[in-house]
């Protein structure tokens, strides 16, 4: 085999190296969000716990998104976690809260955004009421998702401080229905847990907690994030691009 035949075989693999790298260059991220609505009594965090970037620019959610210019919100038919997402409204321990996902080329870590989602259920409801989170899905010595999210639910004692303070201002109209509103709320706790006078009831689930995870995943692998108020579920897989899309990726 002479050197011209050589060369011409190293310029076809190379080429052939070339495609299948542009081929996975466009990635399908989608995440299910839910809390745990066990009985849990814990006590969290009393101070906020802050966000990685705090000024994310870029969010997703179930009915609002703003994504970067060469994202895009995955159609209801393009996702493969819908399944799952609904056996999780049939669960007596978890609620699902968010499901969503998107397309996205893949950068270096430095170069990818935040994706930032806010989330806030009925507080009538069991579990961790307000939840804030960031996720990205990046290129860093493999793919890597790095996910953050911070829930908060007021407690009873935090309550009751709340309640303390606007006492102080009743002449203002909006703060005494704030006050109305926290002190009906309060009235009904404590006919619920006034059930045996020597029963001590602990306080509900209060305060600040944190899920935050790294992980280096393998493409079409689900993986499940645990933490014991809330839950996240991730997979990744390869899109297809077509030559248009790699035309203008390049």
């Known amino acids: 085999m002479n050197y011209s035949m050589l060369k011409l075989l190293f310029s076809f693999a190379l080429l052939l190296a070339t495609v299948a790298s542009q081929a996975q260059s466009i990635f399908d991220v989608e995440i299910v969000f839910f809390k745990r609505i066990n009985d849990l009594h814990l006590k969290g965090q009393e101070q906020p716990i802050p966000l990685t970037e705090s000024s994310a620019q870029y969010s997703i959610g179930n009915s609002e998104s703003q994504l970067p210019p060469d994202y895009q919100v995955l159609e209801r038919s393009e996702q493969k976690l819908e399944g799952v997402f609904h056996r999780l409204k049939t669960s007596s321990d978890m609620r699902p809260l968010l499901h969503v996902g998107w397309r996205q080329p893949l950068y270096d870590k430095a170069e990818t955004p935040w994706i930032s989602f806010k989330l806030q259920d009925d507080p009538e409801l069991p579990g961790l009421v307000d939840f804030n989170g960031l996720i990205r899905f990046s ?11 911070v829930g908060y639910r007021q407690g009873k004692l935090a309550q009751q401080k709340a309640i303390e303070t606007i006492e102080l201002d009743t002449d203002n109209k ?16 404590e006919q619920n847990d006034a059930t045996d006078e020597d029963f001590q009831v602990p306080d509900e689930l209060s305060g600040f907690f944190e899920m935050s ?35 203008a990726l390049n």
Do not use: C, F, W
């Open 174 to 189: 909006a703060t005494q229905e704030t006050l109305n509103l926290l002190t009906d709320n309060d009235e009904r706790q």
């Open 213 to 247: 995870e790294t992980l280096k995943v393998k493409l079409d692998k689900l993986y499940y994030i645990d933490h014991p108020t809330m839950g996240l579920l991730i997979k990744v897989t390869p899109y297809q691009a077509s030559l248009e899309e790699q035309d």
């Open 139 to 149: 290129r860093n010595q493999g793919l890597l998702v790095e996910n953050q999210v």
